[in-house]
């Protein structure tokens, strides 16, 4: 039976995540970056319990309650071949009993692997379509929804990455976990992609300047994007707009989303070889590359408490594209 509780701004939520998720020191990681230990620690929303975990999954939580209330039978969205969103939509609504359409993004990969392989686990059907942008990934979305409503199905559109007012509650939720974990306010840094993550978390702490947000790439407009969602977010939890600006790393892009570089590498390797974190070439290891790069060149103050947020993403490493590019590089060591 799935559970329902009231969650933040009083919308029900259905219980995925296995929260709160551990909040975890990093003291290896510190020193290696030559801070204090007990200065620094991860935040593993890579162990939410649903699917392999991930940040999607909190903002499930509301979704799917949403999707059960508007009677849906389907789950339908879209996103990039090796999406973490697509892989936790799926696991949501195999728990939920519901069907799952999803369009993924580009070309029928040579190799069924990483988050493509839970897709079909799950019992998703997928179709394969080249979206020349949001806009038209969003009507692919459509099509295939109006493709079920003209079987009798009812579908419910989860828009992309769940990033509304209404999936970023699960990050309200998140950042209160995280003040009531620790105290001292921390800085959390985490991939910033479709943005609702990062939205959240400054409307859940009322406070822009308490996210650092690492661009991956999906999107050019995240300023704008953060702060339109996060007032959103704020307005629908029952909580004043977050003061501030949003506050975003743009220099850890490389050639763009999805491309590896070395920092990124780096970071990797770090966060294995000094806390046993797996990150992944597409989001966590670049968050990581941008915490690591704050740290070094002070844009991260050695004082401030601080919180990595670990938000997934790990099956993507194992999908055939990324692993071979990463153990290519670690022969090379
Ligand atoms: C592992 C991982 N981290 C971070 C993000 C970014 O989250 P958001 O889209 O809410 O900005 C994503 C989004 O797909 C993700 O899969």
Same mark, same amino acid.
């Not at 968050?287 to 740290?295: E, N, Q, S, V």
């Given at each position: 039976?799935?559970?329902?509780?009231?969650?933040?701004?009083?919308?029900?939520?259905?219980?995925?995540?296995?929260?709160?998720?551990?909040?975890?020191?990093?003291?290896?990681?510190?020193?290696?970056?030559?801070?204090?230990?007990?200065?620094?620690? %991860?935040?593993?929303?890579?162990?939410?319990?649903?699917?392999?975990?991930?940040?999607?999954?909190?903002?499930?939580?509301?979704?799917?309650?949403?999707?059960?209330?508007?009677?849906?039978?389907?789950? *339908?969205?879209?996103?990039?071949?090796?999406?973490?969103?697509?892989?936790?939509?799926?696991?949501?609504?195999?728990?939920?009993?519901?069907?799952?359409?999803? %369009?993924?993004?580009?070309?029928? +990969?040579?190799?069924?692997?990483?988050?493509?392989?839970?897709?079909?686990?799950?019992?998703?059907?997928?179709?394969?379509?080249?979206?020349?942008?949001?806009?038209?990934?969003?009507l692919l979305i459509e099509?295939?929804?109006?493709?079920?409503?003209?079987?009798?199905? *009812?579908?419910?559109?989860?828009?992309?990455?769940?990033s509304t007012a209404l999936?970023?509650?699960?990050?309200?939720?998140?950042?209160?976990?995280?003040?009531?974990?620790?105290?001292?306010?921390?800085?959390? *840094?985490?991939?910033?992609?479709?943005?609702?993550?990062?939205?959240g978390l400054a409307a859940?702490?009322?406070?822009?300047?308490? %996210?650092?947000?690492?661009?991956?790439?999906?999107?050019?407009?995240?300023? !704008?994007?953060?702060?339109?969602?996060?007032?959103?977010?704020?307005?629908?939890?029952?909580?004043?707009?977050?003061?501030?600006?949003? *506050?975003?790393?743009?220099?850890?892009?490389?050639?763009?989303?999805?491309?590896?570089?070395?920092?990124?590498?780096?970071?990797?390797?770090?966060?294995?070889?000094?806390?046993?974190?797996?990150?992944? +070439? %597409?989001?966590?290891?670049?968050?990581?590359?941008?915490?690591?790069?704050?740290?070094?060149?002070?844009?991260?103050?050695?004082?401030?408490?601080?919180?990595?947020?670990?938000?997934?993403?790990?099956?993507?490493?194992?999908?055939? !594209?990324?692993?071979?590019?990463?153990?290519?590089?670690?022969?090379?060591?």
């Amino acid at each position: 039976m799935l559970e329902t509780h009231i969650g933040s701004g009083g919308a029900p939520r259905i219980a995925l995540a296995g929260r709160p998720t551990p909040l975890l020191p990093a003291d290896r990681l510190a020193i290696a970056l030559d801070r204090e230990p007990g200065t620094t620690w %991860v935040k593993r929303d890579d162990l939410t319990s649903l699917g392999l975990g991930g940040n999607k999954v909190r903002k499930l939580e509301y979704v799917l309650a949403d999707a059960l209330a508007a009677g849906a039978t389907h789950l *339908v969205t879209g996103a990039g071949v090796q999406s973490n969103m697509a892989r936790a939509t799926a696991a949501a609504a195999a728990k939920a009993g519901l069907g799952c359409a999803l %369009v993924l993004d580009g070309a029928p +990969p040579p190799n069924v692997s990483g988050n493509l392989l839970l897709d079909l686990l799950f019992g998703a059907s997928v179709r394969f379509r080249d979206a020349a942008d949001h806009n038209h990934l969003e009507l692919l979305i459509e099509e295939m929804a109006d493709e079920l409503r003209s079987t009798g199905a *009812v579908p419910y559109v989860v828009p992309v990455g769940a990033s509304t007012a209404l999936g970023s509650l699960g990050y309200v939720d998140a950042a209160d976990e995280i003040d009531a974990q620790i105290s001292g306010s921390p800085l959390v *840094v985490l991939a910033t992609g479709s943005a609702g993550t990062h939205a959240g978390l400054a409307a859940g702490f009322g406070d822009h300047e308490r %996210v650092l947000g690492v661009r991956i790439g999906t999107r050019d407009d995240l300023e !704008s994007r953060v702060a339109a969602i996060a007032d959103a977010t704020a307005e629908r939890a029952g909580r004043l707009a977050p003061r501030g600006r949003p *506050v975003l790393m743009h220099d850890q892009l490389g050639d763009g989303y999805g491309e590896h570089t070395d920092a990124c590498h780096e970071a990797m390797t770090m966060a294995a070889r000094t806390e046993g974190l797996i990150l992944d +070439p %597409v989001y966590t290891g670049k968050a990581m590359a941008g915490l690591i790069a704050g740290c070094r060149d002070g844009r991260i103050a050695a004082e401030r408490p601080l919180v990595f947020l670990h938000t997934g993403g790990a099956p993507g490493l194992f999908s055939t !594209s990324h692993s071979d590019v990463v153990s290519r590089w670690l022969s090379r060591e």
